[in-house]
């Protein structure tokens, strides 16, 4: 099997509960992610993803991204993508660094090893350890009532792990994270983030 | 996919060359190995094997491995042989350390996997690195001159990395890797091995 | 003095309590223990004992130490049993790593020194340190009702050390854990052990 | 002072003695730079530039410097181009790492403190400590005679420190490297270079 | 640009809140500072200034400020005051250590670089970070209700970061340190430093 | 069994070579021992010694040993000399530290072991490893030929291991050692001992 | 000055408070010490003194103490006691180790030294640091309220620092520990010291 | 005995060689010292000396001392000046670092200790530990062959330990230590001393 065409898409997916905000007023309304398409000469295609949050949460950015991919794809083309380590190592000798512009070409890989034999990625990559997992939800820095309104709300609707944004005045942050525990069912819990927005004093 | 039977046979493979000798007298002329076979409810069936050399070689013991298998053989039963971490998993729990003895099941496993998505098992491994590789051989433990007339002889037949197995009487050892070096070609490479039958001193 | 012959027994002992369970579902009923009778020239008999728990506690089993014993066992026919390093020596040589074998092999050999000099082994190995020792008891994983109803009885019958089983459900384990303290008498002492059953969160 | 406009240019440099080659075949033939012009409401224009060495030297690439010079361009504009430590933090705040991307852009503002004050900017970053410095030249990777040719040929112009793109077949490398030496004059000095083309052993 | 004349003239300032006392007896009630003022050959005059806290405070005493800048100042006599790093680098060459002496001197050379380029030092320096900062005082050791009334006194003038000078009787220390928190607002905060004056014990 | 009666006796050994000299001067003709003979309530009899090299050599001293040996000796009347674990640690509870005095009495327990069970005490400490050993020789210092001649000499006689005493004027030394090697056959070993006789340097 | 006469006496000093208890059932009623006089060609007597106490506390016990003056003294004799340093190199040249031994002798260098230049040997130390220290008891092992009767009386003869002697069964020593503290004034303090009669647990 | 009068005098002691030069064009052509003269209430007077080389070899300069002994002279009056760690103490205490110019003041007070007693100082000290030392000279900085005629000249004076001052241009360097070696005995040693004239490379 042999790599044939790679196209990528932008696609631009507003959030459903809008502004996304942490401390220092970094903010971010949408996941800006580039869906990589990568089709074989059997037919298949793969599919990836990379959708950093904005500019500023880790050292990868949407526009980096769509760059990249352009870089790297040609280099790919010809290749077994059933041999991952071996299109890994080609992807670090060719463009140095840069993980997250090699993710959505990696994913895209491995959607094809899953495609081209039958299984489910999850498999392939050791087996399912469980039928569920838990709902974990982050929110959003605003004033604390609101952070508890929304913390409640999700409870009711089955999310049992919170993260609440924080990392603002002091005073501010120590009335959000407050509020949560009280309202929460025995066994949920609640971690507070504030993402360097708080210095060691 | 599910396992259904895992078989075993012992198979006792003499060695080509006669006895193979290393230091303080340790020797073997065979390698007494279990090959499991694991049959699939799709009547694919992917095969094992583990092959210690001799009891003194490392903390593997032929008699050790065919104690084990039938220890961890049951809880395998109707399990996914695809999901290897999971396999892996389980066989921990059931039965603690004797990497040994899992080794032939999890080969069995691989190889079921591949048969099951018709790949090699080196691509679903990473991707084959190459086409071919270096002949390495190593020499038993013999008079000084057998060694040497042992190197030569591989050297022809294509053999370009060696390893002399010393560790006894030092003056003889001392023979035995000066005899090897003058009689290679400059790209090929001789080391020895006393596999612990030399003090600090 | 030579050892002469070397003869072992397999003895299942099954536990006067019944099922001996901990996490992860991990359970046993029964010592699968191999006895080995060791016979010298002089017509004494030294006795050793290797009894593991199940398969799943240690890196030590049943079969492996049935199917190990047997292949030690010829190398050290001939050899002064008195010697206890240089037969422990001897056994590291010809057979690698594995001490819960050579575990009843050593033990028989201790025995026979004993039966030789007409000595207590507890003697040979320094010299008694006192005339009695604390009852200490291990409490299999059950209901939390079930185990503090155990500890009372023990502690009545002159146990004044236990350890719960306990790395299951976490709520269910506070409970077995919190019945236990309040009905022990000041000097008594109660541990908890998860046998790798908790995470570190 | 205040940045009123960011502009930015893509300049491709080829190199005068064409592709430049090291180990593992990388090779690059120009420098695809991108220079940033960055202009105050006193009417100056700070220039800063950008130029990786291909996709695969560093973690630095030419599409990501063009993909991220603009994601942070708009945020320094109205902010004082001559409170560089007040600039860099800004960076890091609304944009995460890539270090290479707001080089050219902390260069600009070098430049406009040097325009904005009548000083070279080496006064402002601690004075002038020489008048001239030794030629320093890194020899593409070719045959060792063709490099040993070049090397003659810099020496002649006057460089005196050299470096030799090795990496390749060791045989090769080591006449790549006995060549250089003898054709040197006594205070001349030459270094070897990999670039990761070489293992440990 | 280049330096012409250095001058250094010793001022000494009396404290508005009379003698500042530390424990072990130190005390001080003036700085006895050296100012000094380097002229350029274009005219402009920097102005630097080492203040020590007596002899005792750190290891820079007032009279060897004075016996030390005229050590120096010859030497820079001709050079251009801009380069701050080259300056530094030639005051390290020809006297050895003794930084608070170098301080005046270095100080100079930057107010210096400010006047001539029309900028304050602070952007020079990286740029202004705020516009406000907070107060900070220091409460010279005496009888604990001193020290309290005048914590108030200040906390009333818009202090609201407090250090005691304690380090003396420990009974005594207990009261000074006791007295502060309970009249601070909220926000404001009370350290205690006992400049050695108390033992590990 | 137990300790009933415990004698000492001084005997002095003169050295058959004369004074045994090593560096700063230091140098002894004999050894001034502690023969103890420790009898039991069944009538054997076990022996100990203590052989200190002169005052000097170790933090071990002939009267140190004949002060102490009858402070320890009443408190092991009574107890089992065959509990030799047992015997150290009251010994260490009733006179802390002076391993050197201990040493004969802790032998003479071995002796009594080995005579009650009728075994070599070499048996009890894990066996005899081997039918013969090497003979080495430490060589008194004196001047450069006179060692010579002693070292070939002892050679001559089965000496096969050489220890040079050196340790005085470093020309001397060089000479001391240089003259040795030269003589010996191949298999034969020397080095020298300064006993702290040479400074780093 | 030169050492012409070293003599030594034994004195037994009965302690005032009769036998001195700690933990293992280690006891002390005296101090069995030895008074070394030396006397220098100019006729003055230095004194010098080592109290081991019992032969259990440290690795110094009173015979010998005895036992070692006697092998150092002689060696001394002739040299310039006033030289501290080069008496101290020479006795660590003729006697390895054994510092409580060499402790009264050189101790009674320092007397000399102190009587030669008729000062107090404080002074020769450094001088004088103070006019008076705290007082500072250990209270031998006995019942809890006995030693919590000792305190009180030693309180009220002006000692202000404890130490109590535990070591023993865990209950009574904390009520050993528990009884001292309420009848202490203030400032006073009280330790416990178990003399390793606790283990870690 | 007291501290009454403490007086102190410049003496500027030309180097009888003329200029001594080392590395960085640093050079000084005599010490510039302070002298102090310590008197006592008993009429007697110490003396002390602190002499550093230039403003440039170590953090010790001249005018440093002449102006920091003045500060700390007047704490020391009307006290022992035999206590020599009590006054270091009081100096520490009223003066912070700056040992080299607490030197001068600690000799002097050494040379009372040893007036008042009668004893030379070096016996106060620890005592002479030899009668005659080495002669060891260090050579200033000049053309190779000035600094190898000096050395001869000096070898043949008695001088048999030298230091060269190198740290210039290498070449000249190596001809500097080349030069000297030839024409020492076997039993001088050489060594160079770039004082930090030379990079790691």
């Known amino acids: 099997m042999r790599i044939e065409t790679i196209r990528a898409y932008r696609v631009v997916q507003p959030f ?8 220092k007023g970094r903010s971010a309304d949408a996941f ?5 398409g990568m089709t074989s000469n059997t037919g298949l295609t793969g599919w990836g993803e990379m959708a950093p949050l904005g500019n500023f949460y880790s050292a990868a950015f949407p526009a980096g991204t769509r760059a990249g991919v352009p870089e ?5 083309i010809g290749h077994d993508p059933r041999g991952l380590a071996s299109i890994g190592r080609l992807m670090d000798t060719v463009f140095k ?4 512009i090699k993710s ?17 990625v999850c498999v392939l990559m050791g087996g399912r350890f469980g039928e569920s997992i838990r709902l974990y939800r982050a929110i959003s820095q605003q004033a604390p009532d609101e952070m508890a309104k929304k913390v409640a709300q999700y409870h009711e609707q089955g999310y049992t792990r919170f993260q609440l944004k924080v990392g603002g ?6 009335e959000r994270i407050g ?14 983030d504030a ?7």
């Open 72 to 76: 790297i794809a040609p280099h790919l």
């Open 195 to 201: 993402n360097t927005g708080w210095t060691q004093h």
């Open 97 to 100: 660094g840069h993980p997250y």
């Open 32 to 36: 800006d992610s580039l869906i990589v």
């Open 104 to 120: 959505a070409l990696d994913m895209a890989c491995w959607d094809l090893l899953g495609k081209a034999t039958g299984l489910p």
């Open 179 to 192: 509020a949560g525990p009280a309202m929460l069912r025995p066994t949920a819990r609640l971690v507070a």
């Open 16 to 23: 459903v509960g809008g502004a996304y905000n942490m401390s």
């Open 169 to 174: 005045d002091p005073d501010t942050d120590i």
